[in-house]
């Protein structure tokens, strides 16, 4: 073991971040409980980490107050990542995000309080800077309105942090992501025109009008940055945005996806600026934060993007595995 | 009827704010259906309202989704004033501020869209600015930290609202408060030295230093505000600071106090910066935007004191009321 800091709690252990947190946190010798219910999450991606003894997965949902806090005993640093992850249907369900990411929140925390566990690390996302007014948006950016039941539900999370930090005397950081790429990749963008083209290679419909921005990150590149901060937690609250110096548009993205796969198909844009209602023309997040902590993303987005077409097309099965 | 916008909603109607914009509503020859669980709301407080053939008082809760749904029928504002308002013990009960501040305006919001309202005007507080980096706060001060489940849970509100007025089309608005005080004012500062100094007159213990600088707006000139902004609905969404241009430490509010009830008590300060955890040391808004409207507090901070203290003594049933 490199680092005595105890044994840690992933929830969302089975998701995209999750697993790979939990294979890096292995790596270097940690215990780690996984804490997922598998809605979302893959036990797939936990292959590697449940022949690790270091590694325990338990299968529960964090809206269960009795099961998650029964599960983080004897745990010291909890990584909440479970969360309803989709930006884009917050519409269809407007309970779904409260729940998932509110309420999920303050159910860590309570489980963390009866537990004695002080330590919480916490995935929130760009998406609560809603219509950035400054771009790059920093940490301390003007105060936003919120533009996705995403988001708020996620601010709610980061507030009600803060607060047991404050209260309770937790150390807390907030991590705010733009989009995340890479091994294990299950939604969005890069997921959809993947999953279209290997069906359909011929046309390619593509909401908006594919010049929106976007700031895409690579996993391993998040969760390299996410480690060097746990290992210099702040002593009540910080928050730390992580992102990419750079962005492309939709446009590119497909250009590379469709370089990879030897495909040139034919662009079918829906039109408008955004794709979908609440969907953030650009986040683009300022890093010097993280980076001044010696942080620096390894990947660019060009390589985040084909390594993910790489990984999807080696694990099609992600793709029939459900609908 | 001085301006045909419908039936007005009043989620706390029987609260200190509710049911003086209640009155306020009725003066004008509107229709009101008042709202509240009276839990902390006093039917006493209704007196003039209730014999108004334009009112209609439903008790209910805002977590009881049916009652609250069926309440909403046929009214076309919404004023969402219901809280769990006191910021000082929100660590005893950690879930309280959650449920009747964040899952309470979920629910409100969904009667909302379940009945077709779309204009919706929200009680929040300058609580949210935490350790506020500008002082006065105007509304797009830097990203705060939250520093109690309070503030926490009313931003998650803020944050909901507005995300429904982005995705469905409502039209919202939030006002952050600053303490209020005048007629039916029932927790707070004044409200305890007043109670405190009726049971033993010769002495006051008093929480921190006494330096802590407040900002109150007087609960008249707070409905005013409120009224100026309806009749002015933004498009989608704004955020309005409501507070007086001017603070008052608690030390002076004592003198005011005294004064007003003839008394000069020994102080005895508890010491400290701060009454409580939690507590934010100075909340001092700016309200430029609310004046630009037009609109501007008609009575000081020490005519606000004197007056709740003139209200409290003449309606001291509300000390022995309840516990």
Redesign the interface.
């Known amino acids: 073991m490199t680092d005595d800091d105890g044994k840690h709690f992933i929830t969302g252990a089975a998701g995209f971040i999750g697993s790979t947190l939990a294979d890096a946190l292995l790596r270097t010798g940690r215990q780690v409980v996984g804490y997922d219910n598998l809605s979302t999450g893959r036990e797939r991606f936990l292959i590697q980490a449940l022949v690790d003894p270091n590694f325990t997965l338990i299968r529960g949902d964090v809206l269960d107050a009795f099961s998650l806090t029964a599960a983080m005993r004897g745990c010291s640093t909890v990584w909440h990542l479970a969360a309803n992850a989709d930006v884009r249907f ?2 269809r369900h ?2 779904r995000d ?1 729940e998932q990411n ?2 999920a929140t ?1 159910n860590v ?2 489980a963390m ?1 009866v537990n004695g566990v002080r330590d919480i690390l916490f995935s929130s996302t760009g998406s ?1 800077y ?1 219509e950035a ?1 400054v771009i790059p948006t920093p ?11 995403y ?3 996620k ?2 999370g ?3 942090i ?3 930090c ?3 005397g937790f150390r807390g950081v907030v991590f705010r992501f733009v989009s995340m790429l890479g091994e294990r990749y299950t939604h969005g963008h890069v997921f959809d025109f993947v999953r279209h083209l290997l069906r359909e290679p011929e046309r390619l419909p593509v909401l908006g009008d594919g010049n929106q921005r976007k700031s895409y990150l690579y996993v391993g590149d998040c969760v390299k940055a996410m480690l060097r901060v746990r290992a210099k937690m702040p002593e009540v ?1 910080q ?1 730390y945005n992580l992102g990419a110096d750079a962005y492309c548009t939709v446009k590119d993205s497909i250009g590379w996806i469709g370089g990879r796969m030897g495909l040139a198909p034919k662009l079918e844009f829906s039109g408008g600026e955004r794709g979908w ?2 969907d953030s023309p650009f986040i683009y997040l300022d890093t010097k934060k993280i980076r001044a902590l010696g942080w620096d993303n390894q990947l660019t987005i060009r390589q985040g993007v084909e390594s993910t077409v790489d990984w999807l097309l080696a694990n099609s099965w992600i793709f029939g595995e459900r609908p």
Chains 1, 2 share one sequence.
């Not at 940490?139 to 039941?149: I, N």
């Open positions: 917050g519409l407007p309970r409260l509110a309420i303050a925390l309570e309080r609560i809603g007014a940490e301390d950016a003007p105060f936003p309105a919120q533009t996705s039941l988001g708020a539900s601010l709610a980061e507030g009600l803060s607060a047991y404050q209260g309770f609250f928050v209602i609440g």
